[in-house]
C-alpha cells in the first residue's frame, strides 16, 4: 500500500532554513508528480509546491516563491522541500501527497505531516 | 488565485441528517473539484474528485455536485464517524486553493 513518511520538522529560529523529506513506498515514485501542501496550527489547507514525475517542472505558491524549494530523488524513493529565510508565518505542519495518477492535481495520499515551528 | 468559500464555517446536526456544504469558485473552474475530511491529528482523506467522483472506499452516502462556481458535498444520512472538518479544492489552475473549511459537529 502507499506509504509516506515526513521528516526534518523541527523548531527554527526567523531566518533560519530546514529541509523537509518525504520517504515514498509502495508505488513506483517516478511516475507521479507529488506536492508539498501545509496547514498552519487551527488553520486551513495551503498548497505550497508541486514537482513534475520527471523533476523538470516545479511550480510553488506565491507566499514561498524564492524561498522554497522542492525536489526528488527517484533512486531514493524521496521528495524533499527546501525552506530558506524561515517566517513566523511559515509555522505548521507539512504533509507530502501524491496527485492523482491521471495527472490530475488532487491529491488521494498523504503523509502524516510534519510540524515545522518557526520562533526564537 | 482562485478564491474557494465554503458555507456554512460550522455546522451541527444528527445522526441521520441529511447534510449539505457548498462551496463557491471565485471564477469558472469547470468540474475541477474536490473535496477531503480531516479529522484531528490526521491527513485530510480524498472523499470526491471531479466533482462528483466518488474515491475508491469511501462510503457512498458521500456525494459531490455541481459545475462552474457552485459545488456542495452532501452526506445523505449523517453517521457518528462524519464527525470532521470538510475542504474543498479547485485544480482548475496550477495556484491550487482549497476552501477555508466546514467543521461538522455530531449533536
Known amino acids: 500500500q502507499v506509504q509516506l513518511v515526513e521528516s526534518g520538522g523541527g523548531l527554527v529560529k526567523p531566518g533560519g532554513s530546514l529541509t523537509l523529506s518525504c520517504a515514498a513506498s509502495g508505488f513506483t515514485f517516478s511516475e507521479f508528480y507529488m506536492t508539498w501542501i501545509r496547514q498552519a496550527p487551527g488553520k486551513g489547507l495551503e498548497w505550497v509546491a508541486y514537482i513534475s514525475s520527471s523533476g523538470a517542472y516545479t511550480y510553488y505558491a506565491d507566499s514561498v516563491k524564492g524561498r522554497f524549494t522542492i525536489s526528488r530523488d527517484s533512486a531514493k524513493n524521496s521528495l524533499y522541500l527546501q525552506m530558506s529565510s524561515l517566517r513566523a508565518e511559515d509555522t505548521a505542519v507539512y504533509y507530502c501527497?501524491?496527485?492523482?495518477?491521471?495527472?490530475?492535481?488532487?491529491?488521494?495520499?498523504w503523509g502524516q505531516g510534519t510540524l515545522v515551528t518557526v520562533s526564537s | 488565485d482562485i478564491q474557494m468559500t465554503q458555507s456554512p464555517s460550522t455546522l451541527s446536526a444528527s445522526v441521520g441528517d441529511r447534510v449539505t456544504i457548498t462551496c463557491r469558485a471565485g471564477?469558472?473552474?469547470?468540474?475541477?473539484l474536490a473535496w477531503y475530511q480531516q479529522k484531528p491529528g490526521k491527513a485530510p482523506n480524498l472523499l470526491i474528485y471531479k466533482a462528483s467522483n466518488l474515491q475508491s472506499g469511501v462510503p457512498s452516502r458521500f456525494s459531490g455536485a455541481g459545475s462552474g462556481t457552485e459545488f456542495t458535498l452532501t452526506i445523505s444520512s449523517l453517521q457518528p464517524d462524519d464527525s470532521a472538518t470538510y475542504y474543498c479544492?479547485?485544480?482548475?489552475?496550477?495556484?491550487?486553493?482549497f476552501g477555508q473549511g466546514t467543521k461538522l459537529e455530531i449533536k
Open positions: 471564477q469558472y473552474i469547470s468540474s475541477w
Open positions: 479544492q479547485q485544480y482548475d489552475t496550477l495556484m491550487y486553493t
Open positions: 501527497a501524491t496527485d492523482h495518477l491521471s495527472g490530475y492535481h488532487f491529491f488521494d495520499h
